[in-house]
């Protein structure tokens, strides 16, 4: 069974950068689609960035477009989101998911079946 946890986050000032990672337990991850999910205070948790189970595909919001890149590293079993740039809107606890990768929509977390605990992020302007 995959377990994921994420690690990376903390404060930074407005435009700073911050490369969270999303490490996985169990032989089949390498089978999983992974996508990056942020939930900002007082809100749902919204879609971030997704990758595919070959890394071949890469999937973001339109919002963190040129800012942020989501890559993996089959062989460590760790998926990576490098964020540049960051803005205070980009403040929430950042979640991992992973789903078995069937090519369908990356963007729903409702998909998503395993989930990391969080790693918070604070964007201070």
């Known amino acids: 069974q995959v377990q994921l946890v994420e690690s990376g986050g903390g404060l930074v000032q407005a435009g700073g950068s911050l490369k969270l990672s999303c490490a996985a337990s169990?032989?089949?991850?390498?089978?999983?689609?992974v996508g990056w999910f942020l939930q900002a205070p007082g809100k749902e948790r919204s879609f971030v960035a997704a990758?595919?189970?070959?890394?071949?595909?890469?999937y973001y919001n339109d919002f963190v477009k040129g800012r942020f890149t989501i890559s993996r590293d089959n062989a460590k079993n760790t998926v990576y989101l490098e964020m540049n740039d960051l803005k205070p809107e980009d403040t929430g606890v950042y979640y991992c998911?992973?789903?078995?990768?069937?090519?369908?929509?990356?963007?729903?977390?409702?998909?998503?079946?395993?989930w990391g605990q969080g790693t918070p992020v604070t964007v201070s302007s």
């Open positions: 990758i595919s189970w070959s890394g071949s595909d890469t």
């Open positions: 169990g032989t089949t991850f390498k089978t999983y689609a």
């Open positions: 998911g992973g789903k078995r990768d069937s090519g369908a929509t990356y963007s729903d977390s409702s998909l998503y079946y395993v």
